[in-house]
């Protein structure tokens, strides 16, 4: 509980400092309790018995005796096997809570306003997105609204791959394959079948390297096909992005092919730092402390021996385009923990090559696997890769059917409506509800349980709430100036639950881990849950009860919504 902490930690100061004892000696041992029965917050005083030469429990005597009163209005203390324990009142929960219900921001404040660039998506033009694109997106998007949330100016950039030699093979197979009418292409197969063109076809592999040259040379009609192509893969991605309601747009398209003009450049500057050397005939760096298996340094390819760029210089190239022209404080890389040796090198080498300072802040936040529940890859039943399209979809509908078995009496378009919140939330929350660095297995019925950790389940406490003040003649407007009268354990637990809201944001931000969040926000439905089975609401011979009670309920509502919007989640109010 970190308000409770904050309000802790100025009066136990003083009190220490009458013991002789300074910050560095105590502050850090000053933490969460792990048996709630006995606080919130305790120090443990065992490592002071060395300094004050006396037993742990006669210090926590001491150092409650020197305690100022007021703290008592805030907490009970009390000493257990050498722990000094504070325990948060019911009638200071209430003034918290009760304040947090008048403020628009749920208690969360704006940090100091910093530039962050989140690089998130970025599929691969003329191929499908896969579900590793998905992963990025929906970790992304959610990054980029709680930052936002927290008052920095976030630039969502979409690295879409776009440029580079391959694209002299697509483009020749995109002749091939009459391209006056497009939407014949299917995005899953094109790649491979130009790679085979490519690697078996003498005459088209020679093509396809002239066509190289005449992409990077702008000729006007390759730059058309070019254009068609990158066009054409956009529609898939966008129909992807409208299904998932992200926050992606056209807007947010910065691939690879804008940063082709500024890829000599890196090399000028690389070379003025004295960091590139020639290796069989390509221009690479050695980065400080990188080896190969065979023990020898590993480099970094900048350019390759027939003068093409490398994924890697492309990126240092926009390192230098978000430090110089968007002027970011930071850059996050929500990229699939395989490509973690290729940041940490790029990183390095721009901080070396001084494209970076020291205080702008790279960071990989890499992520694991999907995997199906056969602990595979994600395949569809026939065997052949299912399309993002069609899983979305498939979510979609399973959810509707849901639906139907609970709710039967909705309109057939609220149906529609609240299938797609419910289908589209149980894909995102599965993904988001898992630590972002471990594998996380594709699970339909999990997902979509309404029960456990998933997205239904916060979405119908959110849900159940606005079916509450439904029934009830309070509006839900009028609770926000109500008294939240804090009795019980269990609108304690609730309160406290609702309190945690801004810590568990600052977490998230800190870890870059929206699981954070999401499992914040199941703890305080599994709060609200217990609240609400164990105190009746909308009774009739107490109003202030009453009244408290329905603005805790409708609290607990809006951080519910105000969280999962943060993770980009929709929160229906009937299901
Ligand atoms: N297009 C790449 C891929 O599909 C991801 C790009 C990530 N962003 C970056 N700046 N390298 O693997």
Partial sequence: MRELHNEIVPKLSTAMVELGLNENQWLNSLGSSTDKTHG?????CH????????????IAIAIANNLDSELSEIAEINIVNGFLNFKAKNSWISKKISSM???????VELENRKTIVIDYSSPNIAKRMHVGHLRSTVIGDALSRIFSFKGHNVVGENHIGDWGTPFGMLIEHFIECDNNNVG???LSTFYKEARYKFENIDDFAL?????VVKLQSRDAETIDLWQ????FSLVNFNSVYQLLGVLLNDDNLAGESIYEDLLPEVVKRLESQDLIVESEGALVVFPDGWYNRENEPLPLIIRKGDGGYNYATTDLACIINRVESIECNEMLYVVGAEQSQHFSMVFQVA?????????TKAVHVSFGLVM???????????GKAITLEELLEESVNRAEKLILEKNSSMSDSDRKKVSKMIGIGAIKYADLSIDRNKNYVFDWDKMLSFDGNTAPYLQYAHARICSIFRKSSISRESTFNSEILVVNDFEKSLSKSIIGFSESIDETINSYSPHRLAVYLHHLAQDFASFYENCPVLISNDEAKMNSRLALCNLTARTLKTGLGLLGIETPENM
């Fill in 40 to 44: 919130d917050i305790t120090l443990p």
């Fill in 47 to 58: 490592t002071l018995s060395k300094i004050l030469r006396k037993s742990p429990n006669d």
């Fill in 228 to 231: 068609k192509l990158v066009d």
């Fill in 372 to 382: 199906g529940s056969d602990g595979k890859k994600l395949a569809s039943r026939e």
């Fill in 101 to 107: 219900n008048s403020d628009p921001r749920l208690g």
């Fill in 351 to 359: 901080k070396d090559a001084k494209f970076m300072d020291e205080k």
């Fill in 184 to 186: 014949e292409i299917d």
């Fill in 207 to 211: 093509r396809s390297r002239q066509r």
